[in-house]
């Protein structure tokens, strides 16, 4: 019984201690950013979700036990045109009225050197669900107003396709007005939760 009771008490001090490493974090939203480019005919467009929300946890030493969670406002689409962004947020793009929001939940977190990670998770936009790879840059963390602040840089890019976009017209050359290949690139910023 007394065996028994000290193994439990190891597995328990090793389960918080694993814990305790992993910090948690919140996006900051006023200091990060969600961007993405396509290519239109010959040059390429870029825009941005101005609303958007997010945690993460967070181990340097041990990647695995990181977990990331996000979510964007699919409505809050800005590509500095106005007639162009309430173009994307109909059913011929987006449909942001029946599709509201956009999400990544990551499933594994590995590292690939030096302060850099691949995050495979689950993007569901436009209704599908697909996984998809991020990868992850650490900038670094810092101590500022009383909290660890930490900062991140994270790109894919994927198939419009794959989340059921209608691709649209061809140009004479028989490529795509709009390309199928969209990069995604987040530059986040983070604070220590207490």
């Known amino acids: 019984m007394r065996k028994s009771y000290k193994v ?8 918080l201690a694993q814990a305790a490493f992993a910090a948690e974090y919140a996006i900051d939203q006023a200091h990060s950013h969600v961007g993405f480019s396509i ?12 609303e958007f929300s997010g945690s993460f946890s967070f ?6 036990a990181s977990k990331v969670s996000v979510t964007v406002q699919a409505a ?15 059913p011929d793009f987006f449909d ?12 594994k977190v590995e590292g690939a050197g030096k302060g850099r990670y691949k995050v495979t998770g689950d993007l569901t936009l436009h209704g599908i669900t697909k996984s998809v790879v991020l ?6 963390t810092e101590q500022a107003f009383g909290s660890s602040v930490a900062g991140f840089t ?10 059921g976009f209608d691709l649209g017209k061809a140009l004479e ?22």
């Not at 239109?40 to 101005?50: L, W």
């Not at 181990?59 to 695995?64: F, L, M, N, R, S």
């Not at 994270?154 to 794959?162: E, N, V, Y």
């Open 8 to 15: 439990f008490l190891s597995v328990l001090g090793f389960a």
């Open 39 to 50: 290519r239109h005919i010959a040059t390429k467009v870029k825009g941005e979700f101005r």
């Open 59 to 64: 181990d340097e030493k041990k990647p695995a």
């Open 76 to 90: 809050s689409i800005f590509t500095n045109n106005d007639k162009r962004d309430a173009h994307l947020r109909t």
């Open 96 to 107: 942001a009225a029946k599709y509201p929001t956009a999400t990544f939940k990551s499933t």
């Open 135 to 140: 990868d992850v840059e650490h900038l670094g």
């Open 154 to 163: 994270a790109t894919t890019r994927i198939l419009r396709k794959d989340f």
């Open 173 to 194: 050359s028989g490529k795509l007005m709009l390309s199928d290949e969209v990069d995604l690139t987040l530059e986040i910023e983070a604070k220590a939760q207490k």
